[in-house]
């Protein structure tokens, strides 16, 4: 059941006449298009709109969308600024951007279930498949339609989040209405297929194989453990990750209920990614160290390096498969 956008959400908009736009830290699909066409609406409303993000744009479909977003706004766009935090629900999990939003007027527009607040104005709806869901739902509820530029956005974050529908289950036919719409509204999803899935280097193909090689099966080949190096890391570059093509092929391994990449991103810091089908929530683990997401995609950034971070996190799986490694 869908929750309802909040009056006061609405109200909201309609009292200001400047927005902060943020998102969380490494931004994916779903938050760069729901902060850029959430942003595009408020404009065409007549307000004030500066698109915020600490980056970094990591992923190659998002990285030409970072120049349209500010690091950090300035003394003046913050005065008399009213925030949206998209994609996440707290202003801590915008990095270096929070700083900047600490004290402003704020709501929040999320689908993560992790994400409930009391802090914040908040449109929370955990069964949503995506951010970009709900900002169609709140410009509908604005008497608006989308315009192509939006439709195409919104379709992208849709699409990002539901693996282009791959993780789409038979409750999902509201997802599929929501695409239908966007396309009337000029969404391509050839073209946004091509966005996420084309234009990659021999890197990243390399680096794939590599990750791929460092696997290790757990708990009776039901977790698949896998690991980026920091040299690996600087052989090939951020250019050369594809998350979503290596979740795919692991995914694809009889009898994998569960899969972690923990990546070593500088001498003393991990982001690490979690993807389970369906018996594992893997958002409860992430949420454990500090992370979030959704029951089958999660993720977090951690402080340690990666023989130090491999055993906790395999003790938080032991507890939810019951067995030794």
């Known amino acids: 059941m869908k929750t309802p956008i909040p009056q006061a959400?609405?109200?909201?908009?309609?009292?200001?006449?400047?927005?902060?736009?943020?998102?969380?830290?490494?931004?994916?699909?779903?938050?760069?298009?729901?902060?850029?066409?959430?942003?595009?609406?408020?404009?065409?409303?007549?307000?004030?709109?500066?698109?915020?993000?600490?980056?970094?744009?990591?992923?190659?479909?998002?990285?030409?969308?970072?120049?349209?977003?500010?690091?950090?706004?300035?003394?003046?766009?913050?005065?008399?600024a009213a925030v949206i935090i998209l994609d996440c629900s707290s202003p801590e999990r915008t990095g270096d951007l929070a700083p900047f939003l600490k004290g402003l007027p704020t709501a929040t527009i999320d689908h993560?279930?992790?994400?409930?607040t009391h802090e914040f104005l908040s449109y929370l709806d955990p069964s949503a498949p995506s951010t970009t869901f709900l900002v169609l739902e709140l410009i509908e509820a604005l008497g608006?339609?989308?315009?192509?530029?939006?439709?195409?956005?919104?379709?992208?974050?849709?699409?990002?989040?539901?693996?282009?529908?791959?993780?789409?289950?038979?409750?999902?036919?509201?997802?599929?209405?929501?695409a239908s719409r966007l396309i009337d509204a000029g969404a391509n999803p050839k073209r946004v297929f091509q966005a996420m899935n084309g234009g990659k280097t021999l890197d990243?193909?390399?680096?794939?194989?590599?990750?791929?090689?460092?696997?290790?099966s757990y708990f009776g080949g039901k977790l698949l453990f896998c690991t980026e190096t920091l040299e690996d890391t600087q052989r090939y570059g951020l250019e050369?990750?594809?998350?979503?093509?290596?979740?795919?092929?692991l995914q694809a391994v009889e009898g994998v209920e569960a899969i972690v990449i923990i990546r070593q991103e500088s001498p003393d810091n991990c982001t690490v990614g979690f993807r389970s089908r369906d018996a594992v929530d893997v958002a409860a683990i992430a949420a454990g160290f500090g992370g979030g997401g959704h029951k089958n995609a999660a993720g977090l950034s951690v402080g340690g390096v990666i023989e130090e971070l491999r055993p906790q996190i395999l003790q938080a799986f032991q507890k939810v498969f019951n067995q030794n490694p």
């Open 9 to 80: 959400l609405l109200e909201f908009i309609q009292e200001n006449s400047k927005f902060l736009i943020a998102g969380h830290r490494e931004p994916d699909g779903d938050c760069v298009g729901s902060q850029l066409a959430l942003g595009s609406v408020l404009e065409r409303l007549g307000k004030e709109v500066i698109p915020c993000s600490a980056g970094p744009f990591k992923r190659g479909e998002i990285k030409g969308y970072e120049p349209r977003f500010s690091s950090g706004p300035t003394d003046a766009e913050r005065s008399g």
């Open 204 to 216: 990243s193909r390399i680096l794939m194989g590599t990750i791929l090689a460092h696997a290790e």
């Open 112 to 116: 993560h279930r992790t994400g409930e």
């Open 144 to 178: 608006l339609s989308p315009t192509k530029e939006e439709a195409e956005l919104l379709f992208f974050g849709l699409c990002t989040d539901t693996g282009f529908f791959r993780h789409v289950d038979d409750q999902g036919a509201e997802t599929f209405r929501c």
């Open 240 to 249: 050369g990750r594809d998350s979503d093509s290596l979740y795919q092929l």
